[in-house]
């Protein structure tokens, strides 16, 4: 079982830059791909970036390549999301993720999910 909680999200103006963290419990967090998601309403929940237990693989939605960076502390328990020249349609809740095996896309591989952090981007 692990339990994950995001934090980090806020107002930011466009051009401006946000880390998001993810804290998990439990001992075994350094065994498992991370995801970053992202939400909004009436919308499915999107994928945006997953990094490999041991951080060697690295993935992105087109939309965020070159702009957000995703990375992780085993030794902390934490994963980690840095956002920069960030724009209003990057506005939703972000959500972090945990599975097992390779740094999927879907969030239907995902099996541990945090509350979510809200991230807005005002124009």
């Known amino acids: 079982q692990v339990q994950l909680v995001e934090s980090g999200g806020g107002l930011v103006q466009a051009g401006g830059s946000l880390r998001l963290s993810c804290t998990a419990s439990g001992r075994t967090f350094s065994s498992y791909t991370m995801g970053w998601f992202r939400q909004v309403p009436e919308k499915e929940r999107g994928f945006v970036a997953a990094i490999s237990w041991n951080g060697d693989t690295t993935r992105y939605a087109d939309s965020v390549k070159g702009r957000f960076t995703i990375s992780r502390d085993n030794a902390e328990n934490t994963v980690y999301l840095q956002m920069n020249s960030l724009k209003p349609e990057d506005t939703a809740v972000y959500y972090c993720?945990?599975?097992?095996?390779?740094?999927?896309?879907?969030?239907?591989?995902?099996?541990?999910w945090g509350q979510g952090t809200q991230v807005t981007v005002s124009s």
């Open positions: 993720a945990a599975a097992r095996g390779s740094p999927y896309l879907s969030s239907i591989a995902y099996n541990y």
